[in-house]
């Protein structure tokens, strides 16, 4: 296939915004098509030359292309920036240079197989010498293009392709070409992309033994299948109504969504949400996940959040995010931002696919191939049957560090949908995220011992508030952020005229501390909000029957209050009316609406 053919499709293709018309385009453009050809149109159209999770890049920076346009040219550079800055696009402006120059046609046009090879050549280009290797196989391809093939090059390796085709439009067109547009063709074409993220690989099987040649694609460890995901409603009674009364709700852990491929020779690839590979990004993870999960080869998803190992505490988002994309300084990142993952679900466990299995078969299952390690840990799950059950659970995921729950059916059928959006797996988060802003001194009650560097010290402690009504000390958090080796080393000196080998009677808590104190000195913390609370009892019942109040991601100002005696701390009464500062003022900067804002 000549690649002016295909750089013609793409004009067509640029120049509507229907989608009818665009997929008539495609049909035209792919059925005369046979592998590999077919697979390579496929991937240029979606602006790859391969699937997305093999990470292919071409490493083509503007500058770059803009230097190759100028040699193909023989156009200085400044002139080329200028005009680009004037057309807003470096390929209509290759284009509209080569038109002026009035070149005549090469005798040996480009061909799609060629460009891809060359294409790939980019790819490949490492290390010293690489951008003038780069450079030079652009400015031959651009010596040799038409202005329209010229155009669609540039555009092509800046990753600004802009002609309007997407995965769904492709999957249309295929279904044209080999399912006669049926919708029930449309479905397994669909199915069979979600189960291997390749279009290339799909439309090959296709071109073999049209829709049927499908069922031989299945699970391939080290090939990502397209993630389930999540609707929303509004109350958690919706939820429980859409699910006919029963769900199994899960923790929903503010982090990064990954899906685990661990081989049966123990190596292990993790893949984000948009089928990123992100391996490198989290070596420890995929260290631990070969001692973790047995019954290998498997593939298993969870969320990656950080969390201090310290005081086995999860961190903000905001955390874990600085690992995202980092390529340096690994070691240093695994230092200052410590992961963990926990699992959630199991699609493939000993090379045999169980996705299709109901959740409670995948759940027990899971429960059974996991060896929980530090790094690599189980999703807390409950079954609940009404709003009251799952209000509870929703108050204990966020006490713990999460942002909500997820509530997933139960009901048969409740396999994994690949790629598949739906009332099987809802979420459902806090109404309010105003953070707080006021400052909270509190208590001293129980000490936590450290772990990790912090080993053979207390590395966290049990904070409350007091309640003069009552002449209680009502916990509220455990901290253990914030606190350098110079502090945590001055606490046992500070904390030993407190030490008791019983839980004092003033104090109402359900946590357990490894050492019990005596209500005596006071620290100064802030947190990210204030959030009901099932196991810290301050301000019990305020704000509704049979919970407390708890500090969210609590950290240590620094500040040791001396000239404070406990009874002198923040009370109770304060806290509650800090709690309900906080949700007022998250009303007042939201419009009214029902349900979450997602």
Not at 260 to 283: G, K, N, W
Not at 365 to 389: G, K
Not at 511 to 529: M, S, T
């Amino acid at each position: 296939m000549r690649f002016g053919e295909l750089a013609d499709a793409y004009a067509r293709l640029e120049s509507t915004k229907k989608r009818l018309e665009m997929r008539a385009i495609l049909v035209e453009l792919l059925r005369p098509l046979r592998p590999p050809e077919l697979s390579r149109v496929l991937y240029l159209s979606q602006g790859m030359l391969r699937p997305e999770y093999e990470g292919v890049e071409l490493g083509v920076a503007d500058s770059l292309a803009r230097k190759a346009v100028a040699l193909a040219t023989h156009t200085k550079d400044t002139e080329v920036a200028r005009q680009t800055k004037s057309t807003g696009d470096l390929g209509t402006t290759v284009g509209q240079l080569l038109e002026e120059q009035h070149r005549l046609e090469s005798d040996e046009p480009l061909t799609v197989a060629h460009v891809y090879g060359e294409l790939e050549r980019i790819a490949v280009a490492k290390g010293e010498g690489s951008q003038d290797v780069k450079v030079q196989v652009l400015t031959t391809l651009l010596g040799r293009a038409t202005p329209v093939e010229a155009k669609f090059l540039v555009r092509f390796v800046l990753g600004t392709l802009r002609v309007g085709v997407r995965e769904l439009t492709i999957l249309d067109a295929l279904t044209e070409v080999y399912a006669e547009g049926s919708k029930a063709g449309r479905t397994r074409i669909e199915a069979a992309f979600n189960l291997s993220s390749d279009l290339g690989l799909v439309a090959a099987a296709l071109v073999e033994g049209g829709v049927e040649a499908l069922e031989k694609i299945g699970l391939e460890v080290g090939r990502p299948i397209r993630p389930m995901l999540a609707e929303r409603e509004p109350s958690l009674e919706a939820v429980l109504e859409r699910m006919h009364g029963k769900a199994a709700v899960e923790y929903k852990y503010d982090g990064l969504r990954v899906q685990a491929h661990i081989a049966r020779d123990r190596s292990v690839r993790l893949f984000s949400r948009r089928l990123e590979e992100t391996s490198a990004q989290f070596p420890e993870l995929v260290a631990d996940l070969p001692h973790a999960v047995r019954s290998l080869p498997a593939i298993v998803e969870g969320e990656v959040v950080p969390i201090d190992l310290e005081t086995d505490e999860i961190q903000p988002f905001q955390e874990v995010s600085r690992r995202r994309g980092r390529k340096h300084d690994l070691q240093k990142a695994q230092e200052e931002i410590p992961v963990c993952v926990f699992l959630f679900d199991v699609l493939l466990a000993g090379g045999e696919p169980v996705y299709e299995k109901d959740l409670a078969e995948r759940r027990a299952l899971l429960e059974s191939i996991l060896r929980p390690t530090e790094r690599v840990r189980l999703a807390t799950q409950r079954t609940v049957t009404t709003a009251e059950e799952a209000l509870a659970f929703l108050d204990e995921a966020v006490a713990a560090g999460g942002e909500g729950l997820m509530a997933k059916s139960v009901a048969p059928g409740s396999g994994y949908r690949a790629g598949a959006r739906g009332y099987w797996w809802i979420k459902y988060k806090r109404d309010y995220t105003v953070g707080l802003t006021d400052s909270i001194d509190g208590v001293v009650v129980g000490a936590f011992q450290g772990r990790g560097r912090r080993a053979g010290k207390f590395g966290a402690f049990l904070l409350a508030v007091y309640d003069p009504k009552r002449d209680r000390f009502e916990s509220f958090c455990k901290v253990g952020s914030g606190f350098d080796d110079a502090a945590l080393a001055e606490m046992p000196k500070r904390l030993h005229p407190f030490l008791t080998a019983e839980k004092p009677p003033e104090v109402d808590t359900s946590a357990a501390p490894d050492q019990w104190l005596r209500p005596g000195l006071v620290l100064e913390v802030r947190g990210a909000e204030l959030t009901l609370s099932p196991v810290h009892p301050a301000g019990l019942g305020a704000v509704r029957a049979g919970v407390g109040l708890a500090l969210r991601f609590p950290r240590f100002t620094g500040r040791i209050r001396e000239e404070k005696g406990p009874t002198d701390a923040t009370t109770s009464l304060e806290l509650v009316h800090m709690y309900r500062s906080q949700v007022r003022q998250a009303s007042e900067e939201k419009p009214e609406t029902v349900g979450e804002s997602g």
